[in-house]
């Protein structure tokens, strides 16, 4: 069964720093990982998708890594900024007969202090 | 990609009370999903709606607690039936844009039952 848990469960840092967020999947069978970013009590938006056969991949000050392998991603937002403060998801698809289904870590609840 | 629109964003019900939730796609899709999120949690697969069939339930959600409707490719809804306060959540519905652009969520509807 896969397990997806983010480290740390939070984080908060001043304006202008790089960081990095992680996430670890158990069974390293996966289609694909979703990195997502959620405001308090509002819905997920999608911030990157890197599949099965890729590394990386990088969206403005973002940038998603995977080590299928090792059964590890990571998030490395460059810069932040307090628009940045949010609560961070990873997902991962299964390759398998569930293979719809995401499953997710608990989140890094971010904050950038100005 | 694909535009979901959910409502109600929030509401207060009474226990005993159920509240119907929708979810609405500006373009065909085969499946669409609702999650549950309790307070602190991350989140979790309630089922997977399929036009034309009953929707599939994971372990531990039940058809007559969340009965779902799914008329057409393009619409569903979610209704939790006679509430209490651990039905407190939020609730999300998500799409699968495909390979390329992974999942899509609606904003959440933000449910306090008193």
């Known amino acids: 069964k896969q397990e997806v848990t983010q480290i740390p469960a939070a984080l908060s840092v001043p304006e202008g720093e790089n960081l990095v967020l992680n996430c670890s999947f158990t069974d390293s069978a996966i289609y694909n990982l979703q990195w997502f970013r959620q405001d308090p009590g509002k819905g997920l938006t999608s911030l990157l998708l890197i599949q099965s056969s890729q590394r990386e991949q990088t969206s403005g000050r973002l940038n998603a890594s995977l080590d299928k392998s090792s059964g590890r991603s990571t998030l490395y937002i460059a810069a932040s900024q307090p628009g940045d403060s949010a609560t961070y998801l990873c997902?991962?698809?299964?390759?398998?007969?569930?293979?719809?289904?995401?499953?997710f870590g608990s989140g890094t609840r971010l904050l950038v202090r100005p | 990609s694909a535009v979901i629109s959910q409502k109600p964003s929030r509401d207060i019900c009474q226990r005993g009370t159920s509240l119907t939730i929708q979810c609405q796609v500006d373009?065909?899709?085969?499946?669409m999903f609702w999650y549950r999120q309790q307070p602190g949690q991350s989140l979790t697969l309630i089922a997977t709606a399929n036009q034309g069939s009953e929707a599939t339930y994971e372990s531990g959600f039940v058809i007559d607690k969340f009965p779902i409707s799914r008329p057409n490719l393009t619409f569903s809804t979610l209704t939790v039936s006679n509430m209490s306060p651990e039905d407190s959540s939020i609730y999300l519905c998500?799409?699968?844009?495909?390979?390329?652009?992974?999942?899509?969520f609606g904003s959440g509807t933000r449910l306090t039952v008193v």
């Open positions: 998500s799409v699968d844009q495909g390979r390329n652009d992974g999942y899509t």
């Open positions: 373009s065909q899709v085969t499946m």
């Open positions: 997902a991962v698809r299964g390759s398998g007969d569930s293979s719809y289904k995401l499953i």
